[in-house]
């Protein structure tokens, strides 16, 4: 079956894989699995309509082994946009080793703005703007989408790049 659907109890029978293997390659697929159906429930129904019982459920999972994996929604939520988040950054950036820096940050502003204009992205977003709606949670709303890990590469290219073009970070 595709990616849109778990046959019954698949993921059931992952954590049981995972506890007989005893491995952590093991866990991270069965965890990876939940967080896939979780990012479906998320997208199709939105933030505030989709329960941890409903995951759980579709996942083939009882749902104290969901919170014993997430002690709560916006935890689930936070998985799966760092998963996302990860697919995101991994993705290769189009400018070459020897380009300068100027051309380099042009490059991944570049990028940066073609990413976020897809719809993934777009309903990502959506989800983050609603799980962290309050005035006070700018911070937690930047972490999870990405935008913290994003200034972290923007400064290593140009800690990295910099001193080539004359400046030094």
Same mark, same amino acid.
């Given at each position: 079956?595709?990616?849109?659907?778990?046959p019954e109890a698949g993921i059931a029978q992952l954590e049981r894989i995972a506890i007989h293997a005893g491995t952590n390659i093991a866990i991270k697929i069965f965890l990876h699995a939940i967080q896939l159906t979780a990012a479906q429930a998320f997208l199709a129904k939105g933030y505030e309509h989709t329960s941890m019982?409903?995951?759980?459920?579709?996942?083939?999972?009882?749902?104290?082994?969901?919170?014993?994996?997430?002690?709560?929604?916006?935890?689930?939520?936070?998985?799966?946009?760092?998963?996302?988040?990860?697919?995101?950054? $991994?993705?290769? #950036?189009?400018?070459?080793?020897?380009? &300068? %820096? =100027? +051309?380099?940050?042009?490059?991944?502003?570049?990028?940066?703005?073609?990413?976020?204009?897809?719809?993934?992205?777009?309903?990502?977003?959506?989800?983050?703007?609603?799980?962290?709606?309050?005035?006070?949670?700018?911070?937690?709303?930047? $972490?999870?989408? #990405?935008?913290?890990?994003?200034?972290? &590469? %923007? =400064? +290593?290219?140009?800690?990295?790049?910099?001193?080539?073009?004359?400046?030094?970070?």
């Amino acid at each position: 079956q595709g990616q849109d659907s778990w046959p019954e109890a698949g993921i059931a029978q992952l954590e049981r894989i995972a506890i007989h293997a005893g491995t952590n390659i093991a866990i991270k697929i069965f965890l990876h699995a939940i967080q896939l159906t979780a990012a479906q429930a998320f997208l199709a129904k939105g933030y505030e309509h989709t329960s941890m019982e409903a995951v759980a459920a579709q996942a083939g999972i009882p749902k104290s082994t969901l919170y014993k994996r997430f002690p709560d929604k916006r935890a689930l939520l936070r998985a799966v946009l760092s998963d996302r988040v990860s697919a995101w950054c $991994d993705m290769e #950036g189009t400018y070459s080793a020897n380009d &300068g %820096l =100027e +051309q380099r940050l042009k490059q991944i502003a570049a990028d940066i703005l073609r990413h976020a204009t897809t719809p993934e992205v777009q309903a990502f977003w959506s989800l983050v703007s609603t799980a962290w709606s309050e005035p006070g949670e700018a911070r937690e709303r930047q $972490d999870a989408i #990405g935008y913290t890990r994003m200034l972290i &590469g %923007l =400064e +290593q290219e140009i800690r990295m790049a910099g001193p080539a073009s004359g400046i030094v970070a």
